[in-house]
């Protein structure tokens, strides 16, 4: 199911996107026991893999829905996704931010010519600001990751990671809503030989492995963890092929995560956000698992404050 | 002169080195008003270019060198590039470090298997020091800037950028001791298009700036800068290199390097120290002078405290 879409996505936004580079180090390696192909989505345009998913979505939509727009509540990168690729496309964005989120947040938004409405800083509020811009502009709604055309575009990653090393042994991918981690197991479902998706996830927001257990879509009643972007819950549309394709879901704490994206900002010299190192951490985590493995782990992101950094 | 030599020189230490790879930033273009390339040395073995004249000055010893061993003094990028590169090629390395150093420098050196003299924390102490070893063991002396080999070896970073765009405009790298950039001078005389090599320094350790100008070697009274790698002062070797084959030098305040520095960091998504900031920060400075150029920087390494930030 969906191998010819995965492809076809992947035709349909690389005009769009850049084909991050896949780094190595071996370093890393030897604390591993394995051999990690890190994916750079920290690289992507806008800094983030969301631009991947955000740009399929708006790219299949009909001219009809094209010309009303599409608006979505995001005070993260998929806001800044869905402004750059509606820009690209010609498409008017409405983006439905709380009063309190950071300025600097809201200025690349609007950087990248999307239109911001302020909302109460609640959940609910979010989504009823969403509904009303729908109803009266008829602007499509595009949720981040509970929806099959933004799932087949966070899949592309993990594509790209396969086509370059198509004898991955694990494919590795934080779990937040569930829409990067169910693409990329649809990718190594397809275009792996044998190879399992395994997911990283915070265990002070364990939804999703709790899902897993229970077969019904967990919540988080708190999620005090550093990993921002990990907080949300599954939907109702990637949570069955995260249940059919995922493999396993591991959870780390959050002294893991700091330490594993300490070590990937000293060795590898590059920038990821908290969320990133979820699954490096994983692995450091399971050595016997992963013993001599052949392992792609996408980096989601890079957009964090140099202002608060963990260590 | 020293066209083949560069050649050889690549070929050498193509085992022992990465090809570092090239970034590119929309929004730093359009910043720049220009098209830059970054060539990432900061993603090189032990974190900076100094790993590519190490090598090259190692390998092109003579077996009785070899089996002597090779003796530096330095406090930085070029003990831990001395010690791998004497390890990678089962040559001994005796690294005279000044007793203040940071114990991360000093436990990194050992990682790769140099042997450390600690002196006193004075720049005749540790000449004094190293002078000593080579008496002794007959050890042979590298030194980080001022010795031919290491040029060549520094040079490459140049010449592989000038491999992947030969049609570069200008090439430019910091100028420090004097190593990195008069290779690149020769490398962008022998294999540019017409293209101009231009040191950037810091205007609080403008020793090279004053030297063009004057004609001999000048030295820093003081030298109150972030880029800790560019306090040092020409050779007698690299001089007369610089003195033909770099275009001009241009110096930066400060506030310009930590502006280039973050700027590098934020949308780059990369780590890199302050010293390499200084091109881009000259870039920036000189609007007129690279409008719509294709300009080549050598990012040249990215060990960094992460502790210690400037913003």
């Not at 909302?119 to 595009?142: N, Y």
């Not at 492995?209 to 229970?214: A, E, F, G, M, V």
């Not at 921002?228 to 939907?235: A, E, F, I, V, Y």
């Not at 780390?252 to 979820?278: D, F, G, H, Q």
Request: net charge neutral; hydrophobic share 40%.
């Amino acid at each position: 199911m969906y191998k010819e879409d995965l492809l076809a996505s992947l035709e349909r936004i690389k005009p769009y996107i850049h084909r991050t580079p896949i780094l190595t180090s071996q370093l890393l390696n030897q604390k591993a026991g394995a051999e990690v192909f890190f994916k750079c989505e920290n690289f992507q345009k806008m800094g983030a893999f969301k631009m991947r998913g955000a740009a399929n979505a708006i790219l299949k939509l009909s001219e009809e829905q094209k010309a009303k727009g599409v608006v979505t509540h995001s005070s993260g990168n998929f806001a800044q996704a869905v402004s750059l690729s509606a820009k690209n496309a010609g498409v008017k964005a409405y983006i439905v931010m709380p009063s309190n989120a950071p300025e600097v947040k809201k200025e690349a938004v609007r950087s990248y010519g999307g239109e911001i409405t302020e909302c109460e800083p609640l959940i609910e509020a979010r989504q009823a600001t969403a509904d009303k811009i729908v109803a009266t502009t008829g602007a499509a709604f595009l949720h981040p990751s509970n929806d099959l055309d933004v799932i087949l575009g966070q899949g592309t990653a993990g594509l790209e990671l396969l086509e370059d090393h198509p004898d991955l042994d694990f494919l590795l991918a934080p779990v937040g809503g569930g829409g990067l981690v169910a693409g990329c197991a649809l990718a190594a479902h397809h275009f792996g030989s044998n190879c399992k998706t395994i997911g990283g996830e915070p265990a002070e927001a364990d939804d999703a492995y709790r899902s897993l257990k229970s077969g019904i879509i967990e919540k988080n009643e708190t999620s005090n963890t550093i990993a921002d972007g990990l907080r949300t819950h599954l939907g109702d549309i990637n949570f069955p092929i995260i249940q059919k394709y995922v493999d396993t879901i591991i959870l780390v704490t959050e002294e893991e995560i700091v330490m594993a994206m300490k070590l990937i900002w000293e060795r590898m010299k590059i920038i990821i956000e908290p969320s990133c190192a979820v699954p490096f951490a994983a692995v450091l985590k399971e050595p016997t698992l992963f013993a001599r493995k052949k392992i792609g782990i996408v980096l989601s992101g890079g957009n964090v404050d140099l202002k608060k950094l963990p260590f």
